[in-house]
Protein backbone atom coordinates (compact mmCIF):
# COMPACT_ATOMS: atom_id res chain seq x y z
CA UNK A 1 0.00 0.00 0.00
CA UNK A 2 1.65 3.53 -1.10
CA UNK A 3 2.09 5.38 2.33
CA UNK A 4 0.73 9.22 0.22
CA UNK A 5 -2.65 8.87 -1.62
CA UNK A 6 -5.16 11.63 -2.43
CA UNK A 7 -8.16 11.79 -0.43
CA UNK A 8 -11.70 12.19 -2.56
CA UNK A 9 -13.84 13.77 0.15
CA UNK A 10 -15.50 17.48 -0.35
CA UNK A 11 -13.94 16.90 -4.34
CA UNK A 12 -16.50 18.09 -6.10
CA UNK A 13 -18.09 16.52 -8.60
CA UNK A 14 -17.73 18.67 -11.64
CA UNK A 15 -13.88 19.06 -11.07
CA UNK A 16 -13.50 15.22 -9.91
CA UNK A 17 -12.79 13.30 -12.85
CA UNK A 18 -10.35 15.96 -14.28
CA UNK A 19 -8.78 16.20 -10.31
CA UNK A 20 -8.75 12.10 -10.57
CA UNK A 21 -7.19 12.11 -13.70
CA UNK A 22 -4.47 14.89 -13.19
CA UNK A 23 -3.50 13.36 -9.41
CA UNK A 24 -2.93 9.66 -11.55
CA UNK A 25 -0.84 12.22 -13.83
CA UNK A 26 1.43 13.71 -11.21
CA UNK A 27 2.07 9.92 -9.70
CA UNK A 28 -0.39 9.39 -6.87
CA UNK A 29 -1.70 5.71 -7.13
CA UNK A 30 -3.91 5.45 -3.88
CA UNK A 31 -7.08 6.95 -4.02
CA UNK A 32 -9.23 7.27 -0.78
CA UNK A 33 -13.35 7.76 -1.14
CA UNK A 34 -16.45 6.69 0.03
CA UNK A 35 -19.96 6.34 -0.67
CA UNK A 36 -21.07 9.07 1.67
CA UNK A 37 -18.33 11.35 -0.44
CA UNK A 38 -20.90 11.23 -3.56
CA UNK A 39 -18.70 11.47 -6.07
CA UNK A 40 -17.91 7.46 -7.29
CA UNK A 41 -18.98 7.67 -10.43
CA UNK A 42 -16.89 10.47 -11.32
CA UNK A 43 -13.84 8.81 -9.65
CA UNK A 44 -14.68 5.98 -11.81
CA UNK A 45 -14.39 8.15 -15.07
CA UNK A 46 -11.04 9.86 -14.33
CA UNK A 47 -9.84 6.33 -13.24
CA UNK A 48 -11.19 4.82 -16.57
CA UNK A 49 -9.43 7.43 -18.85
CA UNK A 50 -6.33 7.86 -17.26
CA UNK A 51 -6.50 3.63 -17.88
CA UNK A 52 -7.45 4.16 -21.83
CA UNK A 53 -5.06 6.99 -22.22
CA UNK A 54 -2.57 4.54 -21.13
CA UNK A 55 -1.39 6.77 -18.08
CA UNK A 56 -1.86 3.49 -15.74
CA UNK A 57 -2.80 0.27 -15.39
CA UNK A 58 -5.71 -0.75 -12.88
CA UNK A 59 -3.60 -2.70 -11.26
CA UNK A 60 -0.95 -0.26 -10.51
CA UNK A 61 -3.79 1.62 -8.39
CA UNK A 62 -4.78 1.17 -5.26
CA UNK A 63 -8.38 2.09 -4.82
CA UNK A 64 -10.12 2.38 -1.41
CA UNK A 65 -13.53 2.76 -0.83
CA UNK A 66 -15.78 2.45 3.05
CA UNK A 67 -19.21 0.86 3.76
CA UNK A 68 -21.23 3.40 4.89
CA UNK A 69 -23.01 3.30 8.58
CA UNK A 70 -26.58 2.36 7.36
CA UNK A 71 -25.36 -0.65 5.07
CA UNK A 72 -23.64 -2.42 8.09
CA UNK A 73 -26.68 -4.95 8.43
CA UNK A 74 -25.21 -8.29 7.44
CA UNK A 75 -27.15 -8.80 4.50
CA UNK A 76 -26.54 -5.45 3.33
CA UNK A 77 -22.90 -5.33 2.95
CA UNK A 78 -22.51 -7.12 -0.53
CA UNK A 79 -25.40 -5.28 -3.17
CA UNK A 80 -23.30 -2.01 -1.79
CA UNK A 81 -20.63 -2.91 -2.03
CA UNK A 82 -21.55 -4.04 -5.74
CA UNK A 83 -22.91 -0.90 -6.44
CA UNK A 84 -20.02 1.39 -5.22
CA UNK A 85 -17.92 -1.27 -7.64
CA UNK A 86 -19.82 -0.23 -10.39
CA UNK A 87 -20.51 3.48 -9.94
CA UNK A 88 -16.27 3.05 -10.25
CA UNK A 89 -16.53 1.23 -12.97
CA UNK A 90 -14.17 -1.45 -11.47
CA UNK A 91 -14.33 -5.18 -10.65
CA UNK A 92 -12.68 -5.27 -6.64
CA UNK A 93 -11.37 -2.54 -4.06
CA UNK A 94 -8.20 -2.75 -3.06
CA UNK A 95 -9.33 -2.01 0.29
CA UNK A 96 -12.89 -1.74 1.57
CA UNK A 97 -13.06 -0.29 5.01
CA UNK A 98 -15.70 0.17 7.60
CA UNK A 99 -16.32 3.99 7.69
CA UNK A 100 -17.35 4.15 11.68
CA UNK A 101 -18.19 1.83 14.44
CA UNK A 102 -21.35 2.72 14.57
CA UNK A 103 -24.72 0.67 12.93
CA UNK A 104 -27.82 2.53 11.55
CA UNK A 105 -30.81 1.91 10.23
CA UNK A 106 -30.86 0.84 6.69
CA UNK A 107 -31.97 3.35 4.20
CA UNK A 108 -32.56 2.09 0.79
CA UNK A 109 -30.02 4.14 -2.10
CA UNK A 110 -33.19 4.29 -4.16
CA UNK A 111 -34.84 6.51 -1.60
CA UNK A 112 -31.68 8.41 -0.48
CA UNK A 113 -28.05 8.31 -2.17
CA UNK A 114 -25.55 9.28 -1.29
CA UNK A 115 -26.37 8.08 2.71
CA UNK A 116 -26.08 10.06 5.27
CA UNK A 117 -26.23 10.18 9.39
CA UNK A 118 -29.99 10.16 9.36
CA UNK A 119 -32.53 8.24 7.92
CA UNK A 120 -35.39 8.54 5.13
CA UNK A 121 -37.25 10.75 8.44
CA UNK A 122 -33.90 12.46 8.87
CA UNK A 123 -33.89 11.27 11.98
CA UNK A 124 -30.95 9.55 13.89
CA UNK A 125 -32.18 5.95 14.12
CA UNK A 126 -29.46 3.19 15.23
CA UNK A 127 -29.61 -0.79 13.85
CA UNK A 128 -29.31 -3.63 15.87
CA UNK A 129 -26.49 -4.78 13.80
CA UNK A 130 -23.12 -5.55 15.91
CA UNK A 131 -19.42 -4.73 14.50
CA UNK A 132 -18.54 -8.25 14.73
CA UNK A 133 -21.66 -9.28 11.88
CA UNK A 134 -20.64 -6.33 9.89
CA UNK A 135 -17.12 -7.24 9.70
CA UNK A 136 -17.99 -10.92 9.01
CA UNK A 137 -19.87 -9.43 5.67
CA UNK A 138 -16.56 -7.67 5.04
CA UNK A 139 -14.71 -11.10 5.41
CA UNK A 140 -17.17 -12.44 2.58
CA UNK A 141 -16.48 -9.44 0.33
CA UNK A 142 -12.30 -10.93 0.28
CA UNK A 143 -13.35 -14.58 -0.16
CA UNK A 144 -15.41 -13.02 -2.91
CA UNK A 145 -12.80 -11.34 -4.38
CA UNK A 146 -14.85 -7.93 -4.51
CA UNK A 147 -11.91 -6.99 -1.77
CA UNK A 148 -8.20 -7.64 -1.73
CA UNK A 149 -8.16 -6.60 2.24
CA UNK A 150 -10.83 -4.73 4.80
CA UNK A 151 -10.26 -2.27 6.84
CA UNK A 152 -12.16 -0.59 9.30
CA UNK A 153 -12.00 3.43 10.47
CA UNK A 154 -12.93 5.58 13.54
CA UNK A 155 -12.05 2.32 16.10
CA UNK A 156 -11.00 2.90 19.25
CA UNK A 157 -8.22 0.47 21.19
CA UNK A 158 -11.16 -1.35 23.04
CA UNK A 159 -12.87 -1.93 19.62
CA UNK A 160 -9.06 -2.23 18.21
CA UNK A 161 -8.71 -5.50 20.57
CA UNK A 162 -12.39 -6.82 20.07
CA UNK A 163 -12.30 -7.29 16.68
CA UNK A 164 -8.45 -9.31 16.99
CA UNK A 165 -10.37 -11.49 19.03
CA UNK A 166 -13.28 -12.60 15.71
CA UNK A 167 -11.09 -11.51 13.15
CA UNK A 168 -11.00 -14.04 10.83
CA UNK A 169 -9.11 -11.66 7.99
CA UNK A 170 -6.67 -9.35 10.46
CA UNK A 171 -8.06 -5.87 8.81
CA UNK A 172 -5.18 -4.19 6.83
CA UNK A 173 -5.74 -0.41 7.85
CA UNK A 174 -6.94 1.29 10.51
CA UNK A 175 -7.72 4.67 9.11
CA UNK A 176 -8.38 7.32 11.84
CA UNK A 177 -7.92 11.20 12.33
CA UNK A 178 -4.52 12.15 13.02
CA UNK A 179 -2.19 15.48 13.22
CA UNK A 180 -0.21 17.08 15.70
CA UNK A 181 -3.01 18.00 17.80
CA UNK A 182 -4.30 14.84 17.82
CA UNK A 183 -1.29 12.39 18.14
CA UNK A 184 -3.30 9.11 19.15
CA UNK A 185 0.14 7.36 20.05
CA UNK A 186 -1.09 4.43 21.98
CA UNK A 187 -3.65 3.51 18.98
CA UNK A 188 -0.86 3.87 16.66
CA UNK A 189 1.11 1.06 18.70
CA UNK A 190 -1.47 -1.06 19.09
CA UNK A 191 -1.45 -1.66 15.39
CA UNK A 192 2.21 -1.77 14.94
CA UNK A 193 2.10 -4.24 17.49
CA UNK A 194 -0.46 -6.04 15.21
CA UNK A 195 0.48 -5.35 11.61
CA UNK A 196 -1.96 -3.12 10.66
CA UNK A 197 -1.24 -0.43 8.73
CA UNK A 198 -2.42 3.25 10.03
CA UNK A 199 -3.59 5.75 7.82
CA UNK A 200 -3.86 9.12 8.72
CA UNK A 201 -6.98 11.66 8.03
CA UNK A 202 -7.20 15.45 8.08
CA UNK A 203 -3.52 15.55 8.78
CA UNK A 204 -3.55 19.78 8.02
CA UNK A 205 -6.03 19.50 11.50
CA UNK A 206 -8.38 22.55 11.69
CA UNK A 207 -7.98 22.85 8.00
CA UNK A 208 -10.18 20.78 6.28
CA UNK A 209 -13.19 21.67 9.25
CA UNK A 210 -12.98 25.39 8.55
CA UNK A 211 -14.06 24.95 5.24
CA UNK A 212 -17.26 22.99 7.16
CA UNK A 213 -17.93 25.95 8.98
CA UNK A 214 -17.37 23.86 12.40
CA UNK A 215 -16.95 26.23 15.74
CA UNK A 216 -14.32 24.18 17.01
CA UNK A 217 -11.75 24.35 13.82
CA UNK A 218 -12.02 28.30 13.94
CA UNK A 219 -11.31 28.64 17.19
CA UNK A 220 -7.91 26.31 16.62
CA UNK A 221 -4.76 28.07 15.22
CA UNK A 222 -4.39 26.21 11.43
CA UNK A 223 -1.55 24.38 11.91
CA UNK A 224 0.16 26.10 8.71
CA UNK A 225 0.98 29.11 10.97
CA UNK A 226 2.32 27.29 13.94
CA UNK A 227 5.99 28.81 14.73
CA UNK A 228 7.44 25.44 15.34
CA UNK A 229 5.97 24.25 12.54
CA UNK A 230 6.68 26.71 10.21
CA UNK A 231 10.68 27.02 11.64
CA UNK A 232 10.74 23.44 10.72
CA UNK A 233 9.66 23.77 7.52
CA UNK A 234 12.06 26.99 6.63
CA UNK A 235 14.72 24.90 7.63
CA UNK A 236 14.08 21.78 5.14
CA UNK A 237 13.21 24.38 2.77
CA UNK A 238 9.71 22.83 2.68
CA UNK A 239 5.95 24.06 3.18
CA UNK A 240 4.61 24.18 6.12
CA UNK A 241 2.03 21.24 4.87
CA UNK A 242 5.00 19.00 3.47
CA UNK A 243 6.33 18.99 6.57
CA UNK A 244 3.55 17.80 8.54
CA UNK A 245 2.73 15.06 6.06
CA UNK A 246 6.61 14.05 6.55
CA UNK A 247 6.06 14.01 10.31
CA UNK A 248 3.39 11.30 9.91
CA UNK A 249 5.39 9.27 7.09
CA UNK A 250 7.90 9.20 9.11
CA UNK A 251 6.54 7.62 11.87
CA UNK A 252 4.96 4.99 9.69
CA UNK A 253 1.66 6.61 9.60
CA UNK A 254 0.23 6.74 6.04
CA UNK A 255 -1.38 9.58 4.38
CA UNK A 256 -4.59 11.01 2.13
CA UNK A 257 -3.95 14.67 1.44
CA UNK A 258 -6.59 16.17 -0.72
CA UNK A 259 -6.30 19.33 -2.63
CA UNK A 260 -8.09 20.90 -5.40
CA UNK A 261 -4.66 22.85 -6.68
CA UNK A 262 -2.50 21.29 -8.88
CA UNK A 263 0.89 22.81 -7.07
CA UNK A 264 -0.43 21.23 -4.32
CA UNK A 265 -1.46 18.13 -5.30
CA UNK A 266 2.67 17.53 -6.92
CA UNK A 267 3.66 19.06 -3.19
CA UNK A 268 1.94 16.51 -0.90
CA UNK A 269 2.83 13.68 -2.61
CA UNK A 270 6.67 14.68 -2.24
CA UNK A 271 6.88 14.22 1.05
CA UNK A 272 9.37 10.86 1.47
CA UNK A 273 12.22 13.09 -0.09
CA UNK A 274 13.39 14.32 3.17
CA UNK A 275 14.25 13.41 7.06
CA UNK A 276 12.87 15.21 9.80
CA UNK A 277 15.38 15.31 12.50
CA UNK A 278 14.28 12.95 15.73
CA UNK A 279 13.79 16.17 18.04
CA UNK A 280 11.70 18.45 14.92
CA UNK A 281 9.49 14.96 14.99
CA UNK A 282 9.00 15.58 18.86
CA UNK A 283 8.70 18.82 18.62
CA UNK A 284 5.82 18.41 16.44
CA UNK A 285 4.35 15.73 18.19
CA UNK A 286 4.45 18.15 21.56
CA UNK A 287 1.81 20.24 19.91
CA UNK A 288 -1.10 17.35 21.05
CA UNK A 289 -3.94 18.50 22.84
CA UNK A 290 -6.03 15.57 21.98
CA UNK A 291 -8.47 17.98 19.95
CA UNK A 292 -10.73 15.52 17.36
CA UNK A 293 -12.84 17.52 14.74
CA UNK A 294 -14.35 14.58 12.80
CA UNK A 295 -16.49 13.65 15.37
CA UNK A 296 -20.88 13.28 15.07
CA UNK A 297 -21.22 15.50 18.02
CA UNK A 298 -19.52 18.29 16.75
CA UNK A 299 -21.76 18.17 13.67
CA UNK A 300 -24.75 18.47 15.85
CA UNK A 301 -24.95 14.94 15.94
CA UNK A 302 -26.66 13.25 18.94
CA UNK A 303 -23.70 10.29 17.50
CA UNK A 304 -21.23 10.00 20.71
CA UNK A 305 -18.88 7.62 19.69
CA UNK A 306 -15.98 9.07 20.43
CA UNK A 307 -17.48 9.44 24.19
P1 LIG B 1 -6.85 17.40 4.54
O1 LIG B 1 -6.35 17.57 5.93
O2 LIG B 1 -6.15 16.50 3.62
O3 LIG B 1 -6.99 18.80 3.78
C1 LIG B 1 -7.57 19.91 4.37
C2 LIG B 1 -7.44 21.17 3.57
O4 LIG B 1 -6.07 21.51 3.37
C3 LIG B 1 -8.06 21.13 2.20
O5 LIG B 1 -9.02 22.14 2.17
C4 LIG B 1 -6.94 21.45 1.21
O6 LIG B 1 -7.35 22.36 0.25
C5 LIG B 1 -5.87 22.06 2.08
N1 LIG B 1 -4.52 21.65 1.63
C6 LIG B 1 -4.17 20.50 1.03
N2 LIG B 1 -2.85 20.45 0.82
C7 LIG B 1 -2.33 21.60 1.33
C8 LIG B 1 -1.02 22.12 1.43
N3 LIG B 1 0.06 21.44 0.97
N4 LIG B 1 -0.85 23.34 2.02
C9 LIG B 1 -1.91 24.01 2.47
N5 LIG B 1 -3.19 23.57 2.40
C10 LIG B 1 -3.39 22.38 1.85
O7 LIG B 1 -8.34 17.02 4.75
P2 LIG B 1 -9.38 15.92 4.67
O8 LIG B 1 -10.00 15.98 3.33
O9 LIG B 1 -10.22 16.06 5.88
O10 LIG B 1 -8.63 14.51 4.85
C11 LIG B 1 -8.01 13.84 3.78
C12 LIG B 1 -8.79 12.63 3.31
O11 LIG B 1 -9.00 11.73 4.38
C13 LIG B 1 -10.22 12.91 2.81
O12 LIG B 1 -10.25 13.48 1.53
C14 LIG B 1 -10.82 11.52 2.90
O13 LIG B 1 -10.44 10.73 1.80
C15 LIG B 1 -10.21 11.00 4.18
N6 LIG B 1 -11.08 11.18 5.38
C16 LIG B 1 -11.56 10.06 5.99
C17 LIG B 1 -12.39 10.18 7.10
C18 LIG B 1 -12.91 8.95 7.80
O14 LIG B 1 -13.83 9.08 8.63
N7 LIG B 1 -12.37 7.80 7.54
C19 LIG B 1 -12.72 11.46 7.59
C20 LIG B 1 -12.20 12.58 6.96
C21 LIG B 1 -11.36 12.43 5.86
Not at 162 to 187: N, S
Not at 261 to 278: G, I, P
Request: proline share 5%; charged share 25%; glycine share 6%.
Amino acid sequence: MPLVGFGLWKVDNDTCADTVYNAIKVGYRLFDGACDYGNEVEVGQGVARAIKDGLVKREELFLVSKLWNSFHDADKVKPIAKKQLADLGIDYFDLYIIHFPVALKYVDPSVRYPPSWTDENDKITFSKTPLSETYKAMEELVDEGLAKSIGISNYNGALMLDLLRYARITPATLQIEHHPYLTQEGLVNLCKENNIHVTAYSSFGPASFVELKMQRAHDTPLLFDNETVKKIADKHNKSPGQVLLRWATQRGVAVIPKSNNKDRLAQNLDVCSFDLEKDEIEAISGLNRGLRFNDPVNYGLNIPIFA
